[in-house]
């Protein structure tokens, strides 16, 4: 009974908000992506290119007025459940009985991705959720996140960003939900966020507000009026059912919310909120070795692993900063001096 009162809540959220979407939203018509129109009830995939980007894209237009909900996955080179997850979605979807429009961006950085590249692109070595909203002149990743700025982020009204743990990272599941100091906007990108069902949600206001300097893929959406999520599935850059079938899961939650399809979001009956993420920094360049893993409680001070030099000698012991629980570690050894081989959320 707690679970359906919950539901109608989250369903009436996303209701109130395509109530609010203009009339020649909801009026069904050729949906434009990359100068390719997808007619109303038609799903074409294809790559989306225009100069030097090149993008693999499922346009899914529904023969039904609705949202448009942009669902991306391999932002970063080696974050893989995603895009099997997306692919099983995109094949299955039914243009003639969906409601409004989802596009699929299966793999949005095509040159980390044949790299091996944990998070940069090999063409100029940036990292592009860290480059928007890009610049048509720029480098190669400057003009992917110009391209997705313009031709994708524009006619969303709904954004997930689906990533992993790379092959250096554990990771327990969550999905970031970003704030950015606009009530109803913010409101409704946590009930987004509940909708997918995951556990594990992290309030995130930490990204600048301007759109002109929106940084990060999600948050070029934030900054642009539309709910924007990060999720987070699967780790260590592996490609297994679990995490495949929950990020299938999850996308699908997405679906239920904005009802394009008949069925219910389901939130996780236990959600936890996090109300930040704080990092320990090693001091040194050296090997990390873990005593802790995802998923454990632990206090301040809590030991979280050693740092010792290229002769095998401990040169720092790792301590947690806050009492919290491990959200993320780095389970291979290579660690650099300053940066984190641990974080930690910290609960509400
Ligand atoms: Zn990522």
Redesign the pocket.
């Known amino acids: 009974m707690y679970m359906l009162k919950r539901v109608g809540k989250l369903k009436a959220a996303a209701l109130t908000f395509l109530c609010l979407l203009s009339t020649s939203t909801l009026a069904k018509e050729g949906f434009e992506l990359v100068g390719v129109s997808t007619q109303p009830g038609q799903k074409q995939a294809y790559m989306a290119t225009e100069g030097d980007v090149s993008l693999p894209v499922t346009v899914i237009n529904g023969a039904q007025p609705g949202p448009v909900l942009l669902l991306a996955a391999g932002?970063?080179g080696d974050?893989f459940p995603a895009i099997f997850a997306l692919q099983k979605l995109a094949k299955e979807l039914d243009a003639k009985t969906l409601k409004g429009t989802v596009v699929v961006l299966h793999l949005s950085n095509l040159d980390g991705f044949h790299g091996h590249r944990l998070?940069l692109n090999p063409k100029d070595e940036k990292n592009l959720?860290r480059e928007f909203p890009g610049d048509k002149n720029g480098t190669a990743t400057e003009q992917i996140a110009e391209l997705l700025t313009r031709e994708f982020i524009a006619p969303a009204d709904f954004f997930v960003d689906m990533?992993?743990g790379?092959s250096n990272q554990k990771l327990l599941d969550h999905v970031y939900s970003p704030f950015v100091g606009d009530k109803a906007l913010d409101d409704l990108t946590f009930e987004f966020a509940k909708a997918t069902g995951m556990q594990h949600i992290v309030m995130y206001g930490d990204r600048p507000r301007d759109p002109a300097n929106s940084i990060s893929f999600p948050n070029t959406a934030m900054t642009r009026g539309k709910p924007g999520l990060t999720t987070?599935i699967g780790h260590l850059a592996q490609r297994d059912e679990a995490s495949i079938e929950f990020a299938y899961q999850v996308a699908k939650n997405s679906l239920y919310f904005l009802d394009m399809l008949p069925g219910d979001a389901i939130p996780h009956s236990q959600p936890v909120i996090y109300k930040d993420i704080e990092y320990a920094k090693s001091d040194f360049d050296g090997l990390f070795t873990p005593v802790v893993t995802i998923g454990d409680m632990v206090t301040k001070g809590t030991k979280i692993g050693l740092i010792s030099d290229y002769f095998g000698n401990v040169v720092q012991t790792i301590k947690a900063p806050s009492d919290g629980i491990i959200m993320m570690i780095n389970e291979t050894p290579p660690i650099k001096k300053g940066k984190s081989p641990v974080a930690i959320g910290i609960a509400q």
Do not use: C, F, K, P
Request: hydrophobic share 10%; proline share 0%; no cysteine.
């Open positions: 932002t970063h974050e998070a959720n990533h992993s790379s987070e």
